[in-house]
């Protein structure tokens, strides 16, 4: 139990049976009556976003979530299979809790997943990795106001769109948040 006083981003609470994590909060002293918490609270499972209120000084249920370095090896069905770097345990983690980030594991790259009590909620990979383009069209140069890009295939199997003068073969610096390229490797 922690106290709305204790409150900070990242923080997960157990509310109503569900796991929400602190995306935003701020302590809000009005003139009259008594201070109270506005948070904003994303949950950990469904990426459910919602406005809550506390009232200051309220205790409020916080989780435990265990964040631990993993190595990714390899996909068997509809699971992801990592590997703790410490204790070298083998986990499962199905396709629904690794997310968009799929699109830019490559094998024994790391990631931080978070576990509550055993099940694992969530995958963060790092901001960027450096992916090699497989497959992308000749860029042709012609009359335009702005830089072109053009979609690329990197090894993974993504689609990215990278400007017009990347070839195919060539590694590039990919964000995993949203996707977009953000130089040559």
Aim: aromatic letters at 8%.
């Amino acid at each position: 139990m922690a106290s709305t006083n204790d409150l900070k981003n990242g923080l997960v609470l157990n509310i109503d049976g569900g796991l929400w994590t602190v995306v935003k909060f701020q302590h809000v002293k009005p003139g009259k009556g008594g201070a109270f918490v506005r948070t904003t609270l994303k949950h950990v499972l469904s990426g459910k976003v919602v406005d809550k209120t506390f009232n200051a000084g309220v205790k409020v249920d916080t989780a435990t979530v265990d964040k631990r370095t993993y190595q990714f090896l390899y996909v068997d069905g509809d699971d992801f299979i990592f590997m703790d770097t410490d204790t070298y345990d083998q986990i499962p983690v199905s396709k629904e809790t690794v997310g968009d980030g799929s699109k830019y594991l490559l094998p024994e790259a790391e990631a931080t997943i978070g576990m509550h009590e055993g099940v694992p909620l969530y995958v963060e990979l790092p901001t960027s990795v450096v992916l090699e383009v497989t497959y992308t069209e000749p860029g042709l140069q012609g009359d335009r106001s702005s830089a072109g890009t053009k979609p690329a295939t990197v090894e993974t199997g993504a689609e990215v769109a990278v400007p017009l003068f990347l070839t195919t073969g060539e590694k590039i610096k990919v964000d995993t948040r949203d996707g977009s390229y953000l130089g040559r490797a």
